[in-house]
């Protein structure tokens, strides 16, 4: 009898999570120019090749790069119990708990100081650093202040681009 009231208590826990997936928004016009230029340079690269032989290790280099942003550009956000997930090709991170979730509310965001990260291959993903916020994460795919939303953990702040920010946002108050 105990053993069927653990699982009855477990199936119960597991329906109560609350759970959000959404997508990311569509990428911007600058992050799509962005990409095609890295992308048109690493096909020159190889086309080069038949003029300089060696310029093929600058497209492997470059391929490498491209094929790594892309694999790790984000695709979906999820909120699964109080913990959010960025997701990507490749796995995903987890955040949380999450503690506050609000628009990013300043004219134009600046992101300062990109201390590690893509700046726009596929995606704006990294940490970054700016008066405002410190430290912080980004994984965003568009900087229309429209979609930009910042979620707080107690470890770290996320700036992230959810395809519906309302019902993001909404979801997690």
């Known amino acids: ?24 928004a569509p990428a911007s016009i600058s992050i ?4 095609l230029l890295i992308l048109l340079m690493t096909a020159g690269m190889f086309i080069g090749t038949y003029y300089e032989l060696r310029l093929v290790w600058a497209g492997i280099v470059l391929t490498i790069l491209v094929v790594f942003c892309y694999m790790t550009a984000p695709v979906a956000y999820e909120i699964k119990g109080d913990q959010l997930l960025v997701i990507t090709r490749i796995g995903h991170k987890i955040f949380g708990p999450v503690t ?18 893509n700046g726009g291959v596929f ?20 900087g229309a202040k429209s979609h930009l939303v910042l979620v707080d953990t107690p470890a770290t702040r ?8 309302d019902l993001f946002i909404a979801h997690v108050s």
Request: proline share 5%; aromatic share 12%; charged share 20%.
């Open 1 to 24: 009898m105990p053993i069927s009231t653990g699982r009855v208590l477990c199936r119960l826990v597991t329906r109560v999570t609350i759970k959000l997936k959404q997508n990311v």
């Open 123 to 142: 995606a704006g993903t990294g940490i970054f650093w700016n008066k405002k916020y410190g430290i912080f994460r980004a994984y965003v795919t568009t």
């Open 32 to 35: 799509k120019i962005v990409t």
């Open 158 to 165: 996320v700036v992230i681009t959810p395809e519906n920010p």
């Open 100 to 117: 506050r979730c609000s628009y990013v509310y300043d004219d134009k965001p600046s992101f300062g100081i990109r201390l590690w990260g």
